[in-house]
Structure formats: C-alpha cells, structure tokens
C-alpha cells in the first residue's frame, strides 16, 4: 500500500540485534570445555552493540506507530 509505514526494517533490525545475543551467550556459556578461550571484553562490547542496535531499532519502531496514529488522528 502507497504510503503505509513499513515496519518491517525495525523488525529485522531487532530479530538481528536478538540473534546476535543468542550467539554470544551460547559463546559465553560454552566456555567450560577445556581448551575453549573466549574473550570476555571482546564478548561484551558486542553484546553491549546488539543491546544499543536493539534499544535503536525499537525507539524507530515506536516512532513509527506513532506517526501512523497521528496521521489517523488527523484523518479521522
């Protein structure tokens, strides 16, 4: 539809922030095995990244919706 908002690029910013998370805890928590090294710093400034990425795609998401009700409590 002309003129509809997409919501979809939030969205798959947010699914990608989230994916991101998984991986890192699912790094983070296999750490146990012998051998495994992972670096602890390097970890969390990418999960704090993906937490920002995350916090920015919902503030455009928010937006959005309300712009749309805007635009209807105008038209309507």
């Known amino acids: 539809m002309s003129g509809m908002i997409d919501f979809s690029t939030p969205?798959?910013?947010m699914e990608r922030a989230s994916s991101n998370v998984?991986?890192?805890a699912a790094k983070v928590g296999g750490m146990g095995f012998p051998g495994d090294t992972v670096d602890l710093s390097s970890e969390m400034v990418d999960l704090l990244q993906s937490k920002n990425d995350f916090e920015a795609n919902a503030n455009v998401l928010r937006t959005e919706d309300q712009m749309t009700k805007n635009v209807l409590d105008v038209l309507g």
């Open 11 to 13: 969205l798959a910013g």
């Open 22 to 24: 998984d991986k890192i």
